[in-house]
């Protein structure tokens, strides 16, 4: 772990400087403390992670990680406080942190090359959720939260997730019509029983909200609205690193959740 969070040189987490860093002792479990000279503080290997500032042993987050990374669907909090012996709000905490860091990854990088784009309601009765998800082919997937099915709100995350001039696929909802002026846009007409013409379907998307509907109704029961964004940045970080072995993912998390700051003065 400390390999993977100082790579390639240790800073400060609180003002990201890089120089005037200096070892001062550590703790019995072997965790190193740090001492910045720049802004007077000491840190240590788990300052600014998930992991600091809780009491739950260091090896119970890894292997919760772990069992995480390698369900078929997803990972309940009950099932998690029975693994690794905490309390169900404790497991709950600790995933619910997870999913916290994984939605900067929602945000990363555009879709480029052939998108399929769908909408669907996530949850049941008065926690229902619209969401918007774009995925590409063979590819990654981004999932969003929208408030209605309106040209501004289905259009809106293309122009800011999706590559200008790529190929998008919808389904013959008339709010898609505005996508046609940045990307070359082709649409199926489910209305008549039309799923597929050529090359141009939506098989894809439709196989995404089939998984992600699967594991909230036989896992999780439902989730709150206020919620459903952070269960959706799970899922796709499952999705989008699915190729991935575990040491791989491990990597990935703590670029996501220990991103260095540096001085500006």
Known sequence: MRKLRWKPNIY???????????????????????????????????TGTIFAKTKVELWKWIYGLITLFEATGCLSAAELSRTIKVSYPTAWK????????????????????????????????????????????NGKVKIFPIHDRTVDSLCGPHKLHVKSG?????????????????????????????????????????????????????????IKKKYIFDYCSLFAFKYNNRKLSIPQKFEKIFNLICQPRYCLY
């Open 12 to 46: 400060c987490p609180r003002c990201g400087c890089l120089n005037d860093i200096r070892t001062h002792g550590k703790y019995r479990s072997g965790i190193y403390r740090y001492f910045c000279e720049n802004c007077e503080t000491t840190f240590t290997d788990l």
């Open 94 to 137: 600790m995933l619910r942190k997870l999913r916290g860091y994984l939605k900067n990854e929602q945000f990363e990088g555009e879709l480029n090359g052939i998108i399929e784009s769908d909408e669907a309601w996530i949850s049941h009765k008065e926690n229902q959720q619209i969401v918007m998800g774009m995925v590409e082919r």
């Open 166 to 222: 790529s190929i998008v696929m919808t389904d013959s909802l008339a709010s898609y019509g505005g996508l046609s002026y940045e990307f070359t846009h082709h649409w199926v007409n489910h209305s008549i029983g039309e799923f597929k013409r050529n090359h141009i379907w939506t098989n894809t998307i439709e196989s995404v909200w089939s998984q992600l509907k699967g594991v909230i109704r036989t896992i999780h029961h439902g």
